[in-house]
């Protein structure tokens, strides 16, 4: 297990070198989306719509900020629940996504296709949303602003602290973890 800085676009070579159980810090472009904007994205997708941002080599926080305080970027932005997204996220991972940020356990089927198509699941810590707020430079609404604090957003990131869950062959620390203390 290591700790990398790694920086966007999160590329297919990028994502083969990242292993569960790594630290890493990222830096650059990202972009939040929750179960409501993924229900718009695939949607978009299914009609043959573009989307508002290229999924090709991204990472998407799972995230719905709290209001920014006067002179701040964002307000706490800590991570959601992962599993909510995950009736929607195979259709992104075909079209390229190859991050997700969130917390908690992803099905079999996002894992299966996380290894197909080569990308990587990342937890950010629940509760230390203060504490990730801070690694965002900057922050923008570019898509489904009625939808509040689940707006896609673009997020600056840099040194964005997070640790490889899922890495794209499947290996899973919810599961090699637990297991170390069945014993």
């Known amino acids: 297990m290591g700790s990398y800085e790694i920086s966007t676009p999160l590329t297919k070579e990028k994502v083969e070198n990242l292993k569960a159980g790594d630290t890493v810090y990222i830096s650059g472009t990202i972009y939040t989306a929750r179960d409501a904007a993924h229900l718009r994205l695939v949607e978009s997708m299914n009609n043959g719509e573009s989307l508002p941002f290229d999924l090709k080599d991204s990472i998407i926080y799972y995230v719905g900020p709290a209001p920014a305080k006067p002179g701040k970027v964002i307000g706490s932005a800590g991570p959601t629940t992962s599993y909510r997204m995950d009736d929607l996220t195979v259709p992104l991972l075909e079209s390229g996504l190859t991050g997700m940020i969130g917390k908690g356990k992803r099905n079999t089927i996002v894992i299966e296709s996380m290894k197909k198509n080569k990308g990587v699941y990342f937890a950010a810590t629940g509760g230390a949303g203060a504490l990730i707020a801070s690694s965002i430079k900057e ?45």
């Open 139 to 183: 922050s923008e609404i570019i898509a489904y602003e009625d939808l509040g604090a689940e707006a896609v957003r673009k997020l600056k990131v840099y040194r964005f602290p997070a640790i490889v869950v899922i890495d794209c062959e499947g290996n899973n620390l919810y599961e090699t973890e637990r297991e170390k203390y069945r014993k």
